[in-house]
């Protein structure tokens, strides 16, 4: 391996936080193209969890360290919701019984990515669509509330 491409897998690797999954389209922000990726991958240093998601070679991922990549990388408008977000809060009253779920809401626009589906989290992601507001309506008037 050349010097350049050495130094670049270096600060790669140094700067990857443990349990963090990658965006290869951010990976790619960062001037890390598919061939490096290809070499990298190739010589043991780092893992792909699906297309277009790696992990550090050997680290131990869990589905939080994906769903920061969607929301941090691909900037996808999804979140926890429900007793999830409760669970992440430690204000969930009952224990969970079973496999457990994790809920990720978002707008109909969004779709989370095939490798944050598919990967063996440990969990069950179920993605739900959520409209908190009627779209393509206008703002409601605060002052009709007797705000200002």
């Known amino acids: 391996m050349s010097s350049e491409i050495q130094n670049k897998l270096n600060q790669m690797i140094s700067n990857w936080p443990d349990g963090m999954v990658y965006c290869a389209s951010w990976l790619d922000d ?16 780092i893992e792909s969890i699906g297309k277009g998601a790696y992990k550090k070679y050997g680290d131990k991922i869990e589905w939080m360290g994906g769903l920061n990549a969607v929301q941090a990388q691909l900037h996808l408008k999804v979140h926890l919701a ?46 739900q669509v959520k409209k908190l507001f009627n779209e393509g309506e206008k703002d409601f008037n605060t002052k009709s509330f007797g705000y200002t």
């Open 30 to 45: 960062q001037g890390y193209y598919s061939e490096l990726l290809y070499k990298y991958k190739n010589s043991n240093w």
């Open 82 to 127: 429900g007793k999830s977000a409760l669970e992440q809060l430690n204000k969930a009253q009952y224990l969970s019984m079973g496999k457990k779920q994790i809920l990720v809401a978002g707008t109909k626009k969004e779709q989370l990515p095939k490798w944050l589906r598919k990967y063996n989290w440990d969990v069950v992601i179920k993605y």
